[in-house]
């Protein structure tokens, strides 16, 4: 299985200010297809997981602005440009290209 | 608005089974691929098994191979997940979630399977 490593494993931010989270997966994510299906997801405390991105960088429906994704091939990046109070939870990011995996999770919480 | 509604989670013995269900609204259920995935308790989530849109394909992760069984009623909107001998290692939340560009675009609220004697 294609395993994802993230971090840092808890990230403490000050509100307003930029968060960055690093995904590198053990296989290159690019599929056959050429698309590359990395995706990020925010879980809230006691809420299920909601997707914030997917194919690297193309923000879900609803999702603010603030959040963004980037990276290629083995690596990746979802970052806040500035944090917000909601924004603190776990922070998944997940594989399609192989059987879907995800990371160990980034838990961001508030300085 | 697409809603994901999970039901039958219990408190179940080592060996025992259970069925969880998943209703699907808001949406043409036929058209996608769904998934069941599952979260242990201080865990990230786990995709346990998939099913194709018309129910002819399905998948599971090594560790239910031969233990669970995903399947679907197209006519009710409706997966579900039979799960057989179950071990304490299976207690988790259990999501159904649909499946669009290889990743997982809505997720229901999940149900609380717990495996204890």
């Known amino acids: 299985d294609v395993v994802l490593t993230q971090s840092p494993l808890s990230l403490p931010v000050t509100l307003g200010q930029p968060a960055s989270i690093s995904c590198t997966s053990s296989?290159?994510?690019?599929?056959?297809?050429?698309?590359?299906?990395l995706s990020w997801f925010q879980q809230r405390p006691g809420q299920s997981p909601r997707r914030l991105i997917y194919?690297?960088?193309n923000r879900d429906s609803g999702v603010p602005d603030r959040f963004s994704g980037s990276g290629s091939g083995t690596d990746f990046t979802l970052k806040i440009s500035r944090v917000e109070a909601e924004d603190v939870g776990v922070y998944y990011c997940?594989?399609?290209?192989?059987?879907?995996?995800f990371g160990q999770g980034t838990k961001v919480e508030i300085k | 608005e697409v809603q994901l509604v999970e039901s039958g989670g219990a408190v179940v013995q080592p060996g025992g089974s259970l069925r969880l269900s998943c209703a699907a609204s808001?949406?043409?259920?036929?058209?996608?691929?769904m998934s069941w995935v599952r979260q242990a308790p201080g865990k990230g989530p786990e995709r346990v098994a998939n099913?194709?849109?018309?129910?002819?394909?399905?998948y599971y992760v090594d560790s239910v191979k031969g233990r669970f069984t995903i399947s679907r009623d197209n006519a009710k909107n409706s997966v579900y997940l039979q799960m057989n001998s179950l071990r304490v290692e299976d207690t988790a939340i259990y999501y159904c979630?649909?499946?669009?560009?290889?990743?997982?675009?809505?997720w229901g609220q999940g149900t609380l399977v717990t495996v204890s004697s």
């Open positions: 979630a649909r499946d669009e560009s290889k990743s997982f675009d809505y």
């Open positions: 808001g949406f043409t259920f036929s058209s996608f691929w």
């Open positions: 099913i194709k849109e018309d129910g002819g394909e399905t």
């Open positions: 296989q290159s994510l690019v599929n056959t297809d050429g698309n590359t299906y």
């Open positions: 194919k690297v960088s």
């Open positions: 997940m594989q399609g290209t192989h059987w879907k995996t």
